[in-house]
């Protein structure tokens, strides 16, 4: 079974920190890992991830894909009150399925 | 342009009862997949739809169908509904089947809470 594991489960800082969040996964057929954030209800896509070691950069967040470990990390620096939500990790597989992790919720505190 | 749309935003139903919940992809997305979302955790794969076909479709029971409209929207049908089915149903729409590249970016619609007393 499909299997990907998120931590911590939850963090809390206060706006200028940097923040990691990491992803493990165990699934067949991978295609792509995916990080999305999840603030009232939709989660909105923020990177897609397909090939090891190239990081991907929005603005102050930053991911990168790991295929020998099977993990990810998401970075995010500097960090703002409106980046608190709930950061999803999903990783595709052969048909399109979407499997996720239980989610990250981070708090920043002015 | 018009992101993923989902109706109704929010649903009240009894148990034994079935519901219907609809979406309509991005414009250009032929591809519809369902995700349950229990509080705490993260969205669970229901259906993947492209082109009215089945993709493929999560560990869910019998009651749960659904099916994709020649113009791409789709339903989700849940019948004899459980307390356990209380949920945020969300709906995602992608460009292309899994063929690799971004086209299998997949973008969620705002959900659909239903509450099953």
Same mark, same amino acid.
């Given at each position: 079974?499909?299997?990907?594991?998120?931590? #911590?489960?939850?963090?809390?800082?206060?706006?200028?920190?940097?923040?990691?969040?990491?992803?493990? !996964?165990?699934?067949?057929? @991978?295609?792509?890992?995916?990080?999305?954030?999840?603030?009232?209800? *939709? #989660?909105? @896509?923020?990177?897609?991830?397909?090939?090891?070691? &190239?990081?991907?950069?929005?603005?102050?967040?930053?991911? &990168?894909?790991?295929?020998?470990?099977?993990?990810? &990390?998401?970075? &995010?620096? *500097?960090?703002?009150? $409106?980046?608190? *939500?709930?950061?999803?990790?999903?990783?595709?597989?052969? !048909? $399109?399925?979407?499997?996720?992790?239980?989610?990250?919720?981070?708090?920043?505190? #002015? | 342009?018009?992101?993923?749309? =989902? +109706?109704?935003?929010?649903?009240? %139903?009894?148990? /034994?009862?079935?519901?219907?919940?609809?979406?309509?992809?991005?414009?250009?997305? %032929?591809?519809?997949?369902?995700? =349950?979302?229990?509080?705490?955790?993260?969205?669970?794969?229901?259906?993947?739809?492209?082109? %009215?076909?089945?993709? /493929?479709?999560?560990?869910?029971?019998?009651?749960?169908?659904?099916?994709?409209?020649?113009?791409? +929207? +789709?339903?989700?049908?849940?019948?004899?509904?459980?307390?356990?089915?209380?949920?945020?149903?969300?709906?995602?729409?992608?460009?292309?089947?899994?063929?690799?590249?971004? /086209?299998?970016?997949?973008?969620? /619609?705002?959900?659909?809470?239903?509450?099953?007393?």
């Amino acid at each position: 079974e499909d299997k990907v594991v998120q931590s #911590p489960l939850s963090l809390v800082v206060h706006e200028g920190d940097t923040v990691t969040l990491n992803c493990s !996964y165990e699934v067949t057929n @991978f295609r792509s890992l995916l990080w999305y954030k999840q603030e009232k209800k *939709a #989660p909105t @896509f923020l990177f897609m991830l397909t090939s090891s070691g &190239i990081e991907k950069k929005s603005g102050r967040l930053s991911s &990168i894909l790991d295929k020998k470990e099977l993990s990810s &990390i998401l970075n &995010i620096t *500097a960090t703002q009150t $409106g980046d608190s *939500a709930i950061y999803l990790c999903a990783v595709g597989t052969s !048909y $399109g399925k979407l499997t996720f992790g239980q989610g990250t919720i981070l708090t920043v505190h #002015p | 342009d018009a992101g993923v749309t =989902q +109706s109704p935003t929010h649903l009240i %139903k009894t148990r /034994g009862q079935h519901v219907t919940l609809r979406c309509s992809p991005i414009s250009g997305h %032929k591809s519809v997949s369902w995700y =349950q979302q229990v509080l705490g955790q993260g969205p669970q794969f229901i259906f993947q739809y492209y082109e %009215k076909e089945e993709r /493929g479709r999560g560990n869910f029971p019998d009651r749960f169908s659904a099916r994709q409209f020649p113009n791409y +929207s +789709s339903e989700l049908n849940v019948n004899a509904l459980l307390l356990g089915d209380s949920a945020l149903y969300l709906c995602a729409s992608s460009y292309s089947p899994p063929s690799g590249g971004a /086209g299998e970016t997949q973008y969620f /619609g705002p959900g659909t809470r239903l509450l099953v007393l």
